[in-house]
């Protein structure tokens, strides 16, 4: 499992990095301890470090105009899951989802050699995993767009990720009169279920003929809930959806409010939904977390930095367009530099009670960070 420069004891002392700090546990909103430990370790490790007016961890190496930004997330998805490692595996929760590609960011830029005229900046963001991805646009708002962005994220060492999803969150609530359950009327429970169902169904016509899953329009159906009240059924639902290029979030929303009309509901937006409302069915929507579709090109020197790094490690290197949403979705459109996403670790073990990461292919990727990160001050390919 070694890396090099520095064999085993430089692939110890980042196996070290990774596992002390997914054992401070870090969801959205609570990142402080992991934050300031980060910057700690940076400090010893050559970087100007320190945490920033929203709580990401900052690290600087060199001070030169020409600005390489490797902007991870130190936040992770809720939830515990035991620590340990079994063999070269690390199970933990953010292991993954993202302190492997952000541990492995910290670590190649510490042992990189910086040349004069450039500048490594290593970001551990706050709030990812959470709509607001409060750390990234706050780095909008205090920071020029820098030469190259690099996002951190799982792939898999061998991939480079170049564009993701975007994304509209959907809460729906209404109150609806019972009905005998003997009699001809929908239940309240079964409306919502006969909206969800007519959901699906707009999606799927939305998708005919759309072959990749990037180009298609995926609900989820994340909450839905009834709660009885006298003569009446409170209904509460929550629907994501994961939204292609062609498609724009805003215009979504309009798509949306006209399939609850055609299901015979009367939407209406929050502010204008009066509370005791008891006409039948006349339903409050909220909409939250709109997100474009983001793809990067990969016609340009950091591209073919990563893809000849991948090689020179003895990988096969592909590109991935992922149907989730990043911080890509919001740095990319903004600053509009040459951007990719990399990380170790297996993306479908994000969020579940299997999230683990190969420490080998963790160092693997501290290898392809190192090589194309030292490519790109040369003047890339």
């Not at 402080?32 to 400090?43: I, N, P, S, T």
């Not at 920071?143 to 959907?170: D, N, Q, S």
């Not at 149907?323 to 170790?344: K, L």
């Not at 963790?362 to 790109?376: C, G, K, P, S």
Request: with cysteine; charged share 20%; hydrophobic share 40%.
């Amino acid at each position: 499992m070694g890396t090099s420069p520095g064999g085993d004891r430089d692939a110890a002392a980042a196996i070290e990095l990774l596992e002390t700090l997914v054992r401070i546990p870090s969801p959205s909103g609570a990142e402080g301890e992991a934050a300031h430990w980060l910057v700690g370790w940076m400090q010893q490790h050559g970087f100007e470090a320190h945490v920033d007016a929203v709580g990401n961890a900052l690290g600087m190496r060199g001070r030169g105009a020409n600005r390489i930004l490797l902007l991870g997330h130190i936040d992770t998805f809720p939830g515990t899951l035991p620590v340990r490692r079994e063999g070269d595996w690390l199970t933990g929760r953010g292991s993954v989802d993202a302190k492997g590609a952000l541990c492995a960011f910290v670590f190649a830029a510490a042992t990189l050699p910086i040349e004069p005229d450039w500048q490594v900046i290593v970001a551990g963001a706050v709030e990812e995993e959470v709509a607001s991805s409060r750390g990234a646009r706050h780095l909008l708002d205090t920071m020029a767009p820098p030469r190259y962005c690099i996002i951190g994220e799982p792939g898999g060492w061998e991939r480079i990720t170049l564009g993701y999803k975007g994304r509209l969150i959907v809460d729906l609530q209404w109150r609806a009169p019972f009905a005998h359950s003997a009699g001809p009327q929908r239940l309240p429970a079964e409306g919502a279920v006969a909206l969800w169902n007519a959901i699906v169904a707009h999606c799927q016509a939305f998708n005919g003929g759309r072959d990749s899953a990037f180009e298609r329009l995926e609900p989820a159906l994340r909450h839905i809930a009834t709660y009885d009240k006298g003569a009446y059924c409170s209904v509460e639902m929550t629907v994501s959806f994961r939204v292609p290029p062609e498609l724009s979030p805003f215009r979504l929303t309009e798509e949306v409010q006209r399939w609850i009309a055609h299901e015979g509901f009367s939407p209406v937006p929050a502010e204008d939904a009066a509370e005791g409302e008891n006409r039948n069915e006349r339903m409050r929507l909220v909409f939250s977390g709109a997100e474009e579709a983001f793809r990067a090109p990969k016609n340009n020197p950091l591209v073919r930095s990563w893809l000849r790094a991948i090689r020179q490690a003895g990988g096969t290197p592909r590109f991935v367009y992922k149907t989730g949403t990043s911080d890509m979705n919001v740095v990319g459109p903004a600053w509009g530099v040459p951007i990719v996403a990399y990380g170790p670790g297996d993306s479908a073990l994000d969020h579940t009670p299997e999230e683990r990461i190969h420490l080998g292919e963790y160092l693997r990727a501290i290898e392809v960070l190192r090589e194309a990160l030292a490519a790109l001050q040369r003047g890339g390919i």
